[in-house]
């Protein structure tokens, strides 16, 4: 009996220091998934929440870039552009709620998965064109811009993996940002253009033009 409580009392410690070991861990990996800049997940933590949001049938993906982002650091600054992503992200994570997920992808592109419950999110997303268009803070009104947003419902393409929809949600993107109409739904159809042609498209009109997309 002795002898058992001896090896209890000298497990417990190792216990203990395990368990922290593990939760600083879990801390760390949960920290490395979230954009360290706007605070939402990076492209690995958001393909893990949105891969389990796509089962819903109802899901949609959404794809948003920043209009003119580089004219907008070069003119004001590294740190204005710093704040207008921020303010993007912030109102981007607030429209998705905890129901769906935000990511950044890097620079100024970012993406969500909804679940549409009304079939309303045409609407909701024109609403949130019209949010994101806002300046940057109070204090800053002259740093504003806007962001061209492109979606697609997963159900249109059953079967289709996460990368897939991103394509299909940036292409509407990239047609909605070309005809200046903020929000495009991605065709029932094939995609607007291929992969390797719309960034060929956006290399050449920031080759011609001198500033970004």
């Known amino acids: 009996m ?38 939402l997940h990076t492209r690995d933590g958001f393909t893990r929440r949105a891969t389990a949001l796509l089962r819903d ?3 949609v993906v ?21 704040a207008l992503l921020q303010a993007t992200a912030a109102r981007l994570a607030h429209y998705v709620g905890r129901t769906g997920v935000a990511g950044r992808l890097g620079g100024d592109e970012f993406t969500a998965v909804v679940i549409d ?3 309303t999110v045409g609407d909701l997303l024109a609403v949130l064109h019209g949010v994101l268009a806002r300046p940057a803070s109070s204090t800053t009104p ?15 393409h059953p079967g289709e993996e996460l990368s897939a929809l991103l394509r299909r ?12 109409v903020g929000v495009r739904r991605a065709g029932l159809g094939r995609l607007f253009a291929t992969w390797s042609g719309r960034r060929a498209g956006r290399r050449g ?9």
């Open 2 to 39: 002795n002898t058992l409580l001896s090896v209890l009392a000298a497990a417990g410690p190792l216990a203990a220091g395990w368990s922290v070991h593990t939760m600083w861990m879990r801390r760390r990996l949960y920290t490395a998934r979230l954009d360290p800049l706007t605070g």
């Open 57 to 59: 049938p109802r899901a």
């Open 62 to 82: 959404v794809l948003a870039d920043v209009d003119h982002f580089k004219q907008i650091s070069d003119r004001f600054g590294h740190a204005a552009g710093d």
């Open 117 to 119: 419950d009304h079939g």
């Open 142 to 156: 002259d740093v504003r811009t806007t962001v061209s947003l492109g979606w697609v419902r997963a159900e249109d």
């Open 169 to 180: 949600a940036d292409e509407a993107m990239y047609a909605a940002k070309q005809g200046r």
């Open 205 to 213: 009109a920031r080759a011609e033009s001198g500033v970004a997309a």
